[in-house]
């Protein structure tokens, strides 16, 4: 596996494609290893004419761990943010698109097509906020604008995400599983076994529950993006499913009518994943778009 160095940092990342190409990069969501961009997926998007960079944020995998920070008191970061005080985390939003710029320093890109996922998109959306020059493309998937009105995960998801840690290898990965379940695409087959594959993988990997919470304030201290999301000059596609019980199908909404010019592709019974089956509609869409930047 190869590292770079990136925002003082050390991240792990891979590549598919032809280094000629122009250059996409995928940013994975919260607590996610960079190995849930699946390969199939990634060799997909560079049999399109994409060069297809793919690596660990901050906090899991390879990368680097903040484990000196600690674990956050994240319900005392979500109920400041929620009543307007200053929230205290570990590091921002604002730090993880610094990551990203640095990634791209690091290979010596100057602009590149940028995708992300769920807390990947809002660090791309912030990426193009506060790095404009560096994006050529912006497309966020089931993602949101970190607007405080917007709706809270359903009941179910809230079990799931706040049950207690795991303690043991075999337990981490059943939750792990039950997670992906649980936040899954109803609307296309649960393939567990796969499911089971990468998140095993992800474990031996870097298996690091602070690292994800520590995340997870990021997210909740960055606050809204709306106000500067409207100021984007770069072509964008917002991607959300219609049954996403773990950001609300609105967020989605709101992201696309709030950059100019974003285009909306709602995808009917895609919950908070990618299942397979809507690859070759999302491959086809993140490369036309890049075709059209």
Known sequence: ?????????????????????????????????????RDDFCRGLAQRGLRVIRFDNRDVGASTHFDSAGMPNVMLIATAAATGQPAQAPYLLRDMADDTAGVLDALDIDRAHIVGTSMGGMIAQTLAIHHPARVR????????????????????????????????????????????????????PFDEPEV????????????????????????????????????????????????DPLVAFSGGEE???????????????MGHDMPRGIWPQLIERIAALAARA
């Open 137 to 188: 493309s912006l497309t966020s998937i089931m993602s949101h604008t970190g607007s405080p009105s917007l709706p809270p995960p359903r009941p179910e998801v809230l079990a799931v995400v706040l049950a207690p840690q795991p303690t043991t290898r075999e337990e981490a990965i059943e939750r792990g599983v039950l997670t992906y379940r649980t936040i899954g695409s109803p609307g296309f």
């Open 255 to 269: 992201t696309a009518a709030t950059i100019p010019g974003a285009e909306f592709l709602p995808i009917a019974g």
């Open 1 to 37: 596996m190869p590292f770079l160095h990136a925002n003082r940092l050390r991240i792990a990342y891979d590549e598919f494609g032809q280094r000629t190409d122009p250059p996409l990069l995928l940013i994975m969501g919260l607590g996610a290893q960079m190995i849930f961009w």
């Open 196 to 243: 089971r594959d990468v998140v095993t993988r992800a474990y031996e990997r870097g298996y690091d529950p602070a690292g994800t919470a520590r995340q997870l304030a990021a997210i909740l201290a960055s606050g809204s993006r709306v106000e500067a999301l409207r100021r984007l000059d770069v072509p964008t596609l917002v991607v959300h499913g219609r049954e």
